[in-house]
């Protein structure tokens, strides 16, 4: 098992910036790989973004083209530990955000373990 926990989510304006961290304990050996997901109210589940160690592809990231170039993602492998940063936030960004590990999978789906979310809230 692996156990998850996000944190640094709140209220910020439309234009401003958060940081989003995840902590992962338990079996990590078990994973290769930690995503970021959000689900904004009344809403499917989206896929934001995720980031992959392995001895041929290091630190190799993913996104979600609806936060291509104002989302970041990073990580230390060692920590277990997964940042997102958020720039130029806008009203429909507003979502909890959740993160999940797995090993092999194919961007936005094979994950196998979730953590229960941040909530990020956009005002205009």
């Known amino acids: 098992q692996v156990q998850l926990v996000e944190s640094g989510g709140g209220m910020v304006q439309a234009g401003g910036s958060l940081r989003l961290s995840c902590a992962a304990s338990g079996r990590t050996a078990s994973t290769d790989t930690m995503g970021w997901f959000r689900q904004a109210p009344g809403g499917l589940r989206e896929f934001v973004t995720r980031?992959?160690?392995?001895?041929?592809?290091?630190?190799?990231?993913y996104y979600a083209d609806s936060v291509k170039g104002r989302f970041t993602v990073s990580g230390d492998s060692a920590k277990n530990t997964m940042y997102l940063h958020l720039n130029n936030l806008t009203p429909e960004d507003a979502a909890v955000y959740s993160c999940?590990?797995?090993?092999?999978?194919?961007?936005?789906?094979?994950?196998?373990?979730w953590g229960p979310g941040t909530q990020v809230i956009v005002s205009s």
């Open positions: 999940a590990v797995g090993r092999g999978v194919l961007n936005t789906v094979g994950y196998d373990y």
């Open positions: 980031i992959t160690w392995g001895p041929w592809n290091n630190g190799d990231t």
